[in-house]
DNA sequence: CGAAACGTTGATATCCTTCAACATGAGTGG
DNA sequence: CCACTCATGTTGAAGGATATCAACGTTTCG
């Protein structure tokens, strides 16, 4: 299991912008634990009270809302180096609830102490605040999706850009990746009913466009599935602009 | 016209969370210019690089995204003592654009200004995160009607998003407020084709849940408009919690 | 083996879109 | 002052995309 952020994985492979050794060192002095979390847990509830940060070491997850009735939108997904909790610790409860897609690790950032760090180390709060505009980002392009992308595009582009993202943190191999989700997620992260959803992907696998197998999906042609998707992102990099 | 922050009439009406002096005077020293721009204005292109950050004084604007077809999908609304081009800020080009509602009165802070500050002023790098966070919050909540909501849920919805960010704002007067947003506006950011917009809005005006004069539109009742749109938030505080 | 979660498929219903036409009001130039 | 245009709003009819309902298949796992 992972202890020293000095050891970090993901930092080795590039997730994260180069911080300087005295970042890291107060980064990884305010690491409280690392908890392992099973497939399906609640990281955060809506409604929970002064919540903690986290950094997704490893796994997916997602945030979402339910409405009173039951009805649940997922807002996006999250991939190892996302931050987990940065709007709900920010307001006095959290609006949303996250929950484990895979089995998780998660490195506990306590709220207070990431706090401190913005006085101490101006250059991390820069980067907090990047990856909390990132997050938004990818809530845009969702409801993008949800408001003007037909059925057939809304699941073209969902995988796409989940290719796209899982590309970068090399999760892909050849053009095949980890793919947790139900059809339920799919259908409550695109705004449709499960059985639309399920006729949607139907359609665009005979066409060719990928394939499942063993919890893994094989992307035939990306820049296929983004024309059809309607999904032309301008590759945002690792590395903010200051 | 505003020159001085330490005159902003919107701080004095307490839209933002009290800041030191010491912090006033840093805004104050970075603000460059107070920029007047007219309604349908482009504040910010998608793909801008390189955009500034303002605050926005007076007026109202719009963050949207495009498809390449021309569908446009706005994202959230924007109302005085909001940061625009925060995100698009800290890539290097703008995922979307932005466009003035009414004519609106901006604060330019130049970017490389405000990541300065981050390091002078922790105090406020936090609020910069905060304002970035209930950003964030309201395309979630934008999200969640596109994807779940019905079209007359919806549109109930996002009246009493806006008057309720309107009535804290001091902007509304008994249960009136201005209301700048076409029908196209409307369907726009929910969603919904133009047409079916306008049925519905008739709809609920004929239900007498509101009514519409000369550019300002009146709430009967909240919260039946609330429970209509399923619409149920905890009132972000002015004032981050640390 | 049985149960539960997940996926698939066809039939039917409905909400929403599209198309088309017209109404209203503001601004503009003759 | 009128004619004109353009943006915006309104309404009815028809069509289509998506939802709902129902049933069954498949996989996983205790």
């Known amino acids: ?3 020293s952020c000095f050891d970090c994985t993901l930092r080795a492979c590039g997730v994260f912008k180069p911080i300087t050794r005295n970042e890291l060192g107060a980064v990884n002095d305010i690491k409280r634990e690392h908890v392992v979390l099973p497939a399906g847990a609640e990281i955060i509830r809506a409604g929970d009270e002064a919540p903690e940060i986290y950094t997704l070491y490893s796994g997916w997850a997602f945030r979402f809302k339910n409405l009173p009735d039951g009805r649940r939108q997922i807002l996006n997904f999250l991939m190892p180096g996302d931050l987990l909790g940065l709007q ?3 307001f006095d409860a959290a609006q949303h609830g996250i929950e484990a897609l ?3 690790q998660l490195c506990l950032l306590p709220r207070r102490k990431v706090w ?3 006085g101490e180390m101006p250059g991390l709060a820069f980067d907090v605040a990047w990856l909390g505009a990132r997050e938004e980002g990818h809530v845009d392009e969702n409801l993008t999706s949800a408001g003007r992308r037909s059925a057939t595009e809304r ?9 796209k993202r ?9 053009d095949s990746f980890a793919f947790p989700l139900t059809q339920q997620h799919v259908a ?4 449709l009913s499960l059985v639309h959803t399920n006729k949607t992907l139907a359609r665009l696998r005979r ?3 990928f394939s499942r197998a063993n919890g893994s999906i094989t992307v035939t042609d990306p820049h296929v599935l983004a024309r059809i998707g309607q999904y032309f992102d301008e590759e945002i990099p690792m590395r903010p602009l200051i």
């Open 116 to 118: 401190a760090l913005f």
């Open 166 to 174: 899982a590309k970068i943190l090399g999760l892909v191999d050849g």
């Open 155 to 163: 699941v073209a582009a969902l995988i796409v850009m989940l290719y």
């Open 1 to 3: 299991m992972q202890v």
């Open 207 to 209: 066409m060719g466009m």
């Open 188 to 191: 409550d992260a695109l705004g």
């Open 88 to 90: 709900a610790a920010m």
């Open 102 to 104: 895979t089995e998780v």
